[in-house]
């Protein structure tokens, strides 16, 4: 074999080289088409080879491509920043420009820490967030993350951040049903803050909806007005990961709006951009970045690449083909149509437990038994096998395995929101031949 130089995320593995994109679907080079269920990493919202946004990628070259942050501004970065801020329904947002998902999450914790310092209160320093969550693969955003596959290496190297249960409603860490319950899961965060005492915690953060670290866990409609009231009470600033929900993914344009709750920081990514560059954001409130104004004027953060022009030129321009192609709508509309024919399927499928979420960030949750919802023991690797079946069809999905103490098996349907409803039956047709072909090997 050729001698590699990418380290690529399985060594030694092949990896089928992708020539063109178009729509909803990849080709490789040597013939075979797929079809993209999981926009890549949940990324490619508009689909692939959009020429608008090859456009303004183009015009954006033709003028400049990198200018530094310290030094200059540009017209692309100012634009997305009020974009973004005029796309939340409520009060302005300023914008960090960042380049991943990690670093928009770690620049949030680290702006919530700089927010309390600037008033006086350094102690608050600590960000509360949930057993089953996935923030980022730094060392800020993995200390803020309960996924434990991913922190196991690193687990002596990071901050000592205190998780609380996560709104799992198939599976009630508290074995408790909503809405008995009355969103018991949420006053363990209350529970927490006493334990600890707010005067040491700075943060809670959370993705509105659970994407990797479970699968599109969904929480009770009115579960995050009770987390904002808990975190007001305690002086507590309220960070919503929706790099994997923001920009139209879940039917709205942030996720948060399902909930009627405005979070004082939003991390964003994946989506922002469709994947057609990286950038990534934190946003941030006026009143949380009002004692910075005030105080230092400075965000103690930055990157090389922070507000690149080109990036926020591409941004810009996949945020107005959402805007343009109402595909905040559509996510919502085919994110029923495919949950629907999710969950007629499931009827037939004794190993799918659950099928949820919203718009088009959707999951499928597998178990041994529906009574039980008994785990599959990790090594039968019953995610990988379906994705792996399905990769062999043709059909591309995301894994949300392994959350549950390093077992559990889910897997994510998350096409990009321009799929239509005879791409929507496509993948169904495959995904059931794929989930039945794994079904049949296990019996
Ligand atoms: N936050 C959430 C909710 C994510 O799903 C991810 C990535 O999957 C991240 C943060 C990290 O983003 P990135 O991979 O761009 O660093």
Not at 26 to 49: F, V
Not at 59 to 82: D, H, I, M, N
Not at 119 to 135: A, E, T
Request: hydrophobic share 45%; glycine share 8%.
């Amino acid at each position: 074999m050729k001698r590699e130089h990418l380290i690529k995320p399985v060594l030694g593995q092949p990896y089928a080289i992708i020539r063109s994109g178009k729509g909803v679907f990849l080709y490789d080079d040597q013939g075979k088409t797929y079809l993209d269920a999981s926009s890549g990493a949940i990324t490619a919202g508009i689909g692939h080879g959009v020429q608008e946004v090859i456009d303004a990628m183009a015009e954006q070259a033709g003028k400049v491509s990198f200018v530094y942050r310290s030094q200059f501004t540009s017209e692309p970065a100012e634009e997305l920043a009020k974009k973004l801020s005029d796309l939340t329904p409520g009060q302005d947002y300023w914008s960090f420009f960042v380049n991943s998902g990690s670093e928009a999450t770690e620049t949030a914790m680290k702006i919530a820490i700089q927010h309390w310092q600037e008033r006086g209160l350094p102690s608050k320093n600590k960000v509360i967030s949930r057993r089953m969550s996935y923030h980022g693969i730094t060392m800020g955003a993995l200390s803020m993350s309960g996924h434990a596959l991913r922190r196991r290496r690193f687990i002596s190297l990071l901050a000592d951040y205190p998780v609380v249960e996560p709104p799992y409603c198939y599976r009630c860490p508290l074995q408790k049903t909503y809405p008995t319950c009355q969103i018991a899961c949420a006053d363990d965060l209350a529970a927490a803050i006493q334990r600890i005492g707010a005067e040491h915690i700075a943060a809670f953060i959370a993705e509105p909806i659970v994407g990797a670290a479970g699968g599109a866990i969904t929480p009770p409609d009115d579960y995050y007005k009770k987390i904002k009231t808990i975190c007001e009470l305690n002086n507590i600033l309220f960070i919503a990961d929706e790099v994997m929900t923001g920009i139209g993914r879940t039917g709205k344009m942030f996720a948060m709006e399902h909930y009627g709750v405005e979070p004082d920081l939003i991390a964003l990514g994946k989506g922002m951009s469709a994947g057609y560059t990286p950038i990534a954001a934190t946003m941030v409130k006026d009143h949380v970045m009002a004692p910075i104004l005030q105080g230092s004027r400075s965000v103690m953060s930055g990157h090389t690449f922070s507000a690149n022009p080109q990036s926020a030129a591409v941004a810009l321009a996949v945020i107005r083909y959402i805007e343009g192609h109402h595909l905040v709508h559509a996510a919502h509309t085919r994110g029923s149509y495919l949950i629907a024919k999710l969950q007629t399927m499931a009827v037939g499928i004794p190993i799918i437990g659950d099928v949820r979420g919203k718009g088009l960030l959707l999951a499928i949750e597998f178990i041994q038994d529906r009574v039980s919802k008994q785990l599959f023991p990790p090594e039968a690797a019953i995610t990988t096998r379906i994705i792996d079946a399905a990769f062999h069809k043709g059909l591309l999905m995301y894994p949300a395995a392994g959350a549950i103490d390093g077992a559990g098996d889910a897997i994510l349907v998350a096409p990009p929101l321009v799929i239509t409803e005879a791409e929507i039956d496509l993948l169904v047709q495959l995904l059931e031949e794929s989930i039945r072909q794994v079904m049949v090997e296990i019996t």
